[in-house]
């Protein structure tokens, strides 16, 4: 592969990006290198001969596995075992989309905002828990699905989830819980951006209390 910039002969598409980011680009700036066009991109059997030829050799070994039971759809089949064991790992040590991560007292936080509050309890010596290991199970779409709220506080015995945008399916879901756990209607508060703020801002541990309703 050829630099566009200054003709360096390199070895692959992964030396020329890193030779734009060491050579061609200021650090810590993103870049973008052309990426290599496949050769069959818009071609189709009805235009060229290879497609053409590609397409009959899939279609007939297809037919021939259909004919004789081999063919399958996947090899790979989800039981209702396996994805709750998915449901699980995810639900335990999710990827954390955008969020960064951070560690207090020796515990993984998702994001600044459970960073902070997790600090200010820290700080008022309130103990708190991230329930990972005992998650909550409930149906969603006919589905097993395991959900952690963001903390646990033993001394009240509530859990509390910080909220910055209901994404997803994120209402439905606790919907979903709530109906099927009844009892825990009490026991989990939401904490959105303005209220975290004020628990934030919050001197010691009553008039943490106070903002909470504990």
């Not at 497609?51 to 209702?80: C, F, P, Q």
């Not at 699980?88 to 905002?113: D, E, F, I, M």
């Amino acid at each position: 592969m050829k630099c566009p910039i200054c003709n360096k002969e390199l070895k692959s598409d992964y030396a020329l990006r890193a030779h734009h980011w060491r050579v061609h680009t200021e650090k810590g700036k993103s870049f973008k290198v052309k990426k290599h066009i496949a050769w069959n991109k818009g071609l189709t059997k009805d235009t060229n001969e290879i497609v053409k030829k590609n397409a009959e050799n899939i279609s007939k070994t297809l037919k021939e596995k259909v004919k004789n039971g081999t063919y399958v759809v996947s090899r790979y089949i989800v039981t209702d075992e396996i994805r709750s064991k998915m449901s699980k790992a995810k639900s335990t040590n999710p990827s954390g989309g955008w969020c960064k991560w951070h560690t207090v007292n020796g515990v993984r936080l998702q994001g600044t905002y459970e960073r902070d509050i997790a600090k200010k309890m820290c700080d008022f010596n309130i103990d708190w828990i991230k329930p990972s290991k005992t998650p909550i199970s409930f149906n969603l779409d006919n589905k097993n699905r395991l959900y952690n709220p963001d903390f646990y506080l033993p001394e009240y015995n509530i859990f509390f989830e910080v909220k910055g945008y209901w994404w997803g399916d994120a209402k439905e879901k606790m919907k979903a819980i709530f109906s099927q756990n009844p009892s825990l209607k009490r026991r989990i508060k939401f904490i959105r951006e303005p209220k975290l703020l004020k628990l934030l801002k919050t001197k010691n541990k009553k008039e943490f209390e106070k903002e909470l309703h504990l």
